[in-house]
C-alpha cells in the first residue's frame, strides 16, 4: 500500500477513518481520472466522501475541493461533512476503483474544542465523464426541482 503525505516525526499520530480498506466509507477521499469540468474538478483534483462512519451505502454523496478542510475528524465525530467544493450527489460505489495509496488528510473535529487532526484516509479513483453519462447528476437534479414544486 502506497501511502503519501506522511507526519512528520513531531507530529501527532493520525488516526484512522475507514479500517475496512476495501469498501468505500465516508471520510475516504477520491481523486478524479477523467472529467469534463476543467474548472472546478479538472483531472486530479480529491473529494471526501460525505456520510456517517462507519455506514456503508451504495451511494455517496462526494465534495471535491473542501475549503478549508472536510468535518468529522475525530472518533467520537459521527459524520463527515464538507463545503466550500462542488459536489457529485448519488455516486454509486460501483463508480468508486480502489487503489492502493493512502494520504494523510486534516480534518476538523466538531467538538469539543474546534481543532485540525490528521487522519489517515484510503484514496479511491473517480471517472466524473463515466459519471455524467450516467446520467445520476440529471436524476438529482431533476428529482430536486420535482420535490420543490410539491
Request: glycine share 6%.
Given at each position: ?32 481520472e477523467d472529467s469534463i469540468y476543467t474548472s472546478d474538478t479538472p483531472a486530479g483534483s480529491f473529494g471526501v ?87 445520476r447528476r440529471q436524476a438529482f437534479i431533476s428529482n430536486s426541482m420535482m420535490k420543490s414544486i410539491r
Amino acid at each position: 500500500m502506497k501511502t503519501t503525505n506522511q507526519t512528520a516525526a513531531n507530529d501527532t499520530p493520525a488516526c484512522v477513518l475507514n479500517d475496512l480498506f476495501c469498501t468505500p466509507m465516508p471520510g475516504d477521499f477520491v481523486q478524479v481520472e477523467d472529467s469534463i469540468y476543467t474548472s472546478d474538478t479538472p483531472a486530479g483534483s480529491f473529494g471526501v466522501i460525505l456520510g456517517f462512519k462507519n455506514d456503508s451505502k451504495d451511494e455517496y454523496d462526494i465534495c471535491f475541493n473542501p475549503v478549508p478542510a472536510p468535518w468529522g475528524g475525530k472518533s467520537t465525530d459521527a459524520q463527515i461533512t464538507a463545503a466550500g467544493g462542488s459536489t457529485c450527489p448519488m455516486v454509486g460505489t460501483d463508480m468508486l476503483k480502489p487503489t492502493s495509496t493512502v494520504m494523510v488528510r486534516e480534518f476538523f473535529t466538531k467538538s469539543p474544542f474546534i481543532h485540525k487532526v490528521k487522519c489517515v484516509v484510503k484514496v479511491w479513483t473517480f471517472d466524473l465523464c463515466a459519471y455524467e453519462r450516467s446520467g445520476r447528476r440529471q436524476a438529482f437534479i431533476s428529482n430536486s426541482m420535482m420535490k420543490s414544486i410539491r
